[in-house]
């Protein structure tokens, strides 16, 4: 028996409606070194969930962080595009299915006059309409694939605002106790420095001094205060920002800041782990992967679009019709296929098919990029990190023997036995030292933070964390992507 054309087109149709035209997305892989140059050869596991801020014992700055995690613009504005990739997502899964749409209308008439009147009529019709684009090649399931990656990576994106958001702060409180410990050194020298102006008053009026010696000693107080009021304004333009960062008015912790507190200190080590960590561990990376992957449906969507599409159409439309000389009722009723044959374009499908492709393998060199640079970014924050700890060292030592040639040189001098140079030269030296101690404890802090923050550390401290296998593997670029050697 002989099947009709009408009947075995739209089977054949069908049949082929598992096709899915172009590349499907596997995860891409990179070559990567076995371990950074001062890290272990262990895989530290995930760190998302390690609160690596409280190292540095400081009940303010743990309280900030907590605050601002619920609170930060950012990382809100992030949370809201979530919502937006989930519709996106939803109405291209949308399309996977038959659109049925309904109407229903009722229509009276009639004609008044001396001649030929007509009857009163209604009319009342209704109708259901169903529409059905079957998916030869894929391309709404390619299509769909790739919503779902973009939802996928706007997951990773609050996970980046969020280690932005801890980067930022946590810096702003460090250079914000830094530049109060700059002032408290500042005030701490004028105020030695005036000591030793009344002292050289002293030496003068005893005949044991000179006017150019007061003059100088004058000179180095003002040098000093005219320090501050820049000390000052920045210590009050991180302030402002941390408030920024809580998603309240710049001047809302002012006081609470101003009430001072010591330099943070980290304390302990960072388990770094081994560079294809960081594949897992970086929401950076997995957004750039996400991104890959919808690029990569794209294409499939592109591809299905240079092949002949089959919708399926149906409605039925009831009306009903009443007047003065009875009732009526009518039925209409269609279905059917319809082929739509893109038969000439000029070249548009298949350069748009081109231009998909070449938008993958840009998306596959961004992520490789994202990822190069994470290593870079852990290696450099992990040399730098292993010798603060030596800077400070030979700071500290620094200050304590200047602190000692500055007594020694000012009872020198009130014995008659040494300048006023030798005393305002160790004061000079006793200040840049303590500055230098500062900087280094500043630089110190800051380093653990980019070490943390560069290993994708503690953006969910306040969930569970989602431990990810570990597979990468040396190779330059997915096949899917590669392209084509003459």
Not at 226 to 236: K, R, V
Not at 314 to 339: M, Q
Request: with cysteine; charged share 20%; proline share 4%.
């Amino acid at each position: 028996m002989m099947f009709s054309i009408r009947v075995a087109a739209p089977l054949a149709m069908l049949l082929l409606s598992g096709c899915v035209m172009g590349p499907d997305h596997t995860a891409p892989e990179t070559a990567l070194p076995g371990k950074f140059n001062e890290g272990g050869q262990k895989s530290a596991g995930n760190p998302s969930g390690v609160e690596w801020w409280t190292a540095f014992n400081d009940s303010q700055l743990n309280k900030l962080v907590k605050q601002g995690i619920a609170q930060n613009l950012d990382i809100l504005q992030s949370l809201e595009r979530i919502e937006q990739a989930r519709a996106a997502a939803v109405s291209a899964q949308a399309s996977l299915f038959p659109s049925l749409t309904g109407t229903a209308s009722e229509r009276g008439s009639r004609t008044n006059g001396s001649i030929n009147p007509t009857p009163e009529t209604w009319t009342s019709s209704g109708g259901l309409s169903v529409s059905w684009l079957v998916d030869l090649w894929g391309q709404y399931r390619s299509s769909a694939a790739s919503a779902k990656a973009l939802l996928d990576g706007s997951y990773d994106s609050v996970d980046t605002a969020r280690l932005t958001y801890l980067s930022d702060l946590t810096k702003s409180y460090i250079n914000a106790r830094y530049y109060q410990k700059r002032i408290a050194v500042a005030k701490e020298a004028v105020k030695s420095r005036r000591d030793t102006l009344a002292l050289t008053k002293l030496q003068l009026e005893a005949g044991a001094a000179s006017r150019l010696d007061v003059v100088q000693s004058e000179g180095l107080v003002n040098s000093t205060l005219a320090d501050i009021p820049g000390l000052e304004a920045s210590f009050y333009s991180n302030a402002y920002h941390i408030s920024t960062l809580l998603g309240l008015p710049a001047s809302t912790l002012i006081h609470d800041l101003e009430k001072g507190g010591a330099q943070p200190v980290p304390r302990g080590t960072v388990l770094t782990g081994i560079p294809a960590d960081l594949i897992r561990n970086r929401p950076d990376i997995r957004l750039a992967e996400r991104n890959l992957a919808s690029a990569v449906y794209n294409i499939s969507v592109a591809k299905a679009q240079l092949f002949p599409s089959i919708t399926l159409n149906g409605s039925i439309s009831p009306s009903y019709v009443s007047s003065s000389k009875g009732f009526g009722t009518a039925n209409t009723w269609s279905f059917g296929p319809a082929l739509n044959l893109p038969i000439f374009d000029g070249g548009t499908l298949r350069a748009n098919v081109k231009s998909k492709e070449s938008q993958a393998r840009e998306k596959y060199l961004a992520w490789k990029s994202t990822v190069l640079s994470a290593v870079e970014q852990v290696q450099s924050a992990l040399a730098a990190y292993n010798r603060d700890a030596r800077a400070v060292a030979a700071s500290r030592a620094y200050v304590k023997s200047y602190k000692e040639a500055l007594e020694l040189s000012t009872a020198s001098y009130k014995d008659g036995a040494s300048s006023l140079l030798d005393v305002l030269d160790a004061q000079r030296s006793l200040t840049t030292a303590q500055a230098s101690l500062a900087t280094a404890i500043q630089q110190q802090a800051n380093d653990f933070v980019t070490l943390n923050i560069a290993i994708g550390g503690g953006y969910a401290f306040n969930g569970k964390a989602e431990v990810l296998v570990d597979t990468v593997k040396p190779v330059e670029m997915p096949a899917t992507l590669a392209k084509k050697q003459n």
